[in-house]
């Protein structure tokens, strides 16, 4: 019997959003047609010094880019649309298919990277079949925390996927969009190969609240609030703005928007009818002070305790128009991204130090997720009836738990698949494997800059960070041995116990001249290969004396002359030295 041609195989791809909170990215191959499913940004945590945005690698994509015929977009959030900018600089997509909304934000964005000519944009309605390659896809309305969400059937040579997008099931939803479960029914009774189903939630018990549950809150706290509000929330989270924007019109003010983001989210959503509110509601930042306490609301960005956000800004007393007025109320509409807690908490406190009553918490009841918890993601899993199943969108212990979950719903447990970035998972008819993984890893973006940051950079701002530098000048000659230094200096190094300054400095330059003292064995050593000796030998000493290990800078000077062999010499007529900076 012929081998089967692996090339008619279909094979999932995750570049980003295992394992993680963020930059969602997939591939789905088949033969030469390859297509994605949304292109996805993370955020830095707090120890990515100087990094501001978080982007999966894409090499595998740029090696592969006459194959991809296409991009389908699940929803706007930036975690599924912000990597679509940085992919299109490095190569075009033929056709980029997602709602409205996503594509409206997605083309306000593509000016600022020079791709204002990029025109490959369609925008798709309810229960819309696109062809993508060798693939079909149909986009059916789902219910998330930001408007215009799609779930997506692909229909592929081999059988049919579902993935879910990020999604919960709100039978309430504040726009009257509910889940079009009917077209996923339809598609489990032609059969699911494969479910791709949100993990986010799976460590809640119960179901999600509707979205709709946080106005009664939202018109609580503005019914019973005598000065001034301030709202953050997700500047995605079209919903939630447009409560906000109902409740001030109820009690009569006017709304000012903090941020560039959620200012252009909301001129969006009104031009394309996802919130309406009457002119002269919205009024400048800067009149918002002239009017009085308790006729106005700022919405602001802020919701993560982004140090540059307009509310950290505000709780630092550093914003140039907004300053907290004592018996301001704010209200933070949002829960924590894993990693940001830190960050929220700094907020919260400063904000509470300045006189501010901060209405925050998840049992204030001024936020809902947008992701399914445990149940509704038994209700997924048993509406799908998949043959097999991946988890995705969530950190690994949530992907974890999610397939135990898809077992006890029926699935067997050889067919379930907690996979990695890079992971492929290969696909027939009748069966699936997780095969050679491709390249995969991420990126760091320096706005200010505008170019990428190599991880060990960031790793050597941490080291310096948690352990200082120490920084050794050094003269030598391989035969004669030291012949200046070492030089000696040190910032940011917490010393040991009853040692001077003075005296921990002569102990290092003790150190480094026992290092050199074997002189056949320096003289061994080939380019490169001293210094690594010598700031191995010292990062032991630093860690034996200190119980840290700051950052090591060796500047070395060495004279070369007598490594050249008489042989050598002969050849080139010539003798000297070289300099090698670390």
Not at 500 to 522: G, H, M, W, Y
Not at 545 to 565: D, G
Request: charged content about 25%; aromatic content about 6%.
């Amino acid at each position: 019997m012929p081998a089967e041609n692996n090339d008619k195989r279909l094979r999932i791809i995750p570049l980003g959003g295992l394992g993680e909170i963020g930059k969602n990215t997939m591939v789905i191959a088949y033969g030469d047609d390859m297509m994605l499913v949304d292109a996805g940004l993370a955020f830095p945590s707090e120890d990515m010094l100087g990094v501001d945005l978080v982007l999966p690698d894409i090499r595998f994509l740029v090696k592969n880019q006459d194959k991809i015929k296409g991009l389908a977009i699940t929803h706007g959030h930036e975690d599924h649309i912000g990597g679509i900018p940085y992919i299109l600089k490095q190569f075009s997509i033929p056709a980029i298919y997602g709602p409205a909304l996503a594509l409206s934000l997605l083309e306000s964005k593509l000016p600022e990277y020079g791709l204002e000519s990029f025109t490959n944009l369609y925008k798709i309605h309810p229960r819309q079949q696109v062809k993508i390659g060798c693939f079909t896809v149909e986009f059916i309305r789902c219910t998330h925390s930001i408007a215009d969400s799609y779930s997506l059937i692909i229909r592929t040579p081999v059988g049919t996927l579902v993935h879910t997008g990020d999604f919960k099931f709100d039978f309430t939803p504040v726009d009257g969009e509910q889940y079009d479960i009917a077209s996923l029914t339809r598609a489990a009774e032609e059969g699911i190969l494969l479910l791709m189903s949100d993990s986010t939630n799976t460590e809640r018990e119960g179901y999600t609240p509707s979205e709709r549950t946080v106005w009664r809150k939202l018109d609580e706290v503005f019914a019973n609030a005598t000065r001034r509000i301030i709202v953050t929330t997700f500047a995605s989270n079209v919903h939630r703005m447009k409560q906000i924007i109902q409740a001030a019109i109820k009690y009569d003010r006017k709304v000012a928007i903090l941020g560039r983001s959620m200012l252009n989210l909301a001129g969006i959503a009104r031009e394309l009818g996802y919130m309406t509110f009457p002119d002269g509601l919205l009024v400048p930042v800067e009149e918002i002070n002239s009017l009085p306490l308790d006729k106005s609301v700022i919405m602001t960005t802020g919701s993560q305790g982004e140090p540059l956000s307009a509310l950290s800004r505000i709780a630092r007393n550093e914003h140039k128009q907004i300053s907290v007025i004592p018996g301001d109320t704010v209200i933070i509409s949002a829960t924590p991204i894993p990693g940001n807690e830190r960050s929220i908490s700094k907020t919260i406190n400063a904000l509470s130090l300045r006189g501010a009553n901060v209405i925050y918490g998840r049992d204030a009841g001024v936020h809902v997720s947008g992701h399914a918890c445990r149940e509704e993601q038994k209700l997924m899993i048993n509406i799908c009836q998949p043959k097999y199943f991946m988890p995705v969108h969530g950190e690994y212990r949530m992907l974890v738990k999610h397939a135990e979950l898809a077992v006890e719903c029926g699935v067997e447990p050889e067919n379930t698949f907690v996979m990695d970035n890079g992971d492929v998972l290969e696909l027939t008819k009748d069966s699936a494997k997780i095969v050679d993984p491709v390249e995969a890893g991420v990126i760091l973006i320096d706005e200010s800059r505008a170019w990428e940051i190599d991880e060990s950079i960031v790793d050597e701002r941490r080291h310096l960070a948690e352990d200082g530098i120490v920084v050794i000048a050094l003269t030598l000659d391989y035969k004669k041995g030291v012949l200046a230094g070492p030089d000696i200096s040190m910032r940011g190094v917490i010393l040991p116990r009853g040692m001077s300054p003075e005296e921990f400095l002569e102990s290092v330059k003790e150190e480094v001249l026992l290092s050199l003292r074997d002189k056949t064995a320096i003289a061994s050593l080939q380019d490169g290969a001293l210094k690594n000796y010598i700031v191995d030998s010292l990062s032991s000493f630093f860690l034996e004396k200190m119980k840290s290990k700051p950052l090591v800078q060796l500047v070395l000077h060495e004279i070369a002359e007598s490594k050249i062999t008489v042989t050598e010499k002969a050849k080139s007529g010539k003798s000297g030295g070289r300099k090698s900076n670390v």
